[in-house]
């Protein structure tokens, strides 16, 4: 029931593991990243290219470490303009679990239907 709510958000989300691989890409991601599902689920994230990758390479990176990532902000996929933002996922211990990253569509911002 949880991951059909995700599935049918607005905005992107990709949920990574802690060795970077895609665990979760819901249908708008999908569509963003412009890949079949299929062939997206259990692959590196560092395996994916472009600018998008680089940056989120980078990020996943810093937040592995407990860091803020540096490069949080705006690419462009499939010539939509979006906000891309990180969120480190850690167990009670404080060990390093994954990342969440939301892609947000800048098109659509401030529209109704959050």
């Known amino acids: 029931m949880f991951l059909s709510l995700l599935d049918h958000c607005r905005h992107g ?9 895609l665990e979760h890409v819901n249908s708008r991601a999908v569509d963003l990243l412009a890949k079949p599902v299929d062939k997206l ?3 590196s994230i ?16 810093a937040l592995r470490h407990g860091e803020k990532p540096q490069l949080q902000g705006r690419f462009e996929l499939q010539g939509t303009k979006l906000s891309v933002h990180f969120s480190r996922a850690t167990d009670c211990s404080g060990n390093y679990l994954g990342t969440a990253i939301l ?4 098109d659509q911002q401030g529209s109704a239907g959050h």
Not at 103 to 106: K, N, R, S, V
């Open 41 to 43: 689920l259990g692959q």
């Open 103 to 106: 892609l947000e569509d800048q």
């Open 13 to 21: 989300l990709v949920l990574l593991d802690a060795d970077d691989r």
């Open 46 to 61: 560092r395996k994916l290219s472009g600018d998008f990758s680089i940056a989120t390479i980078l990020a996943i990176d």
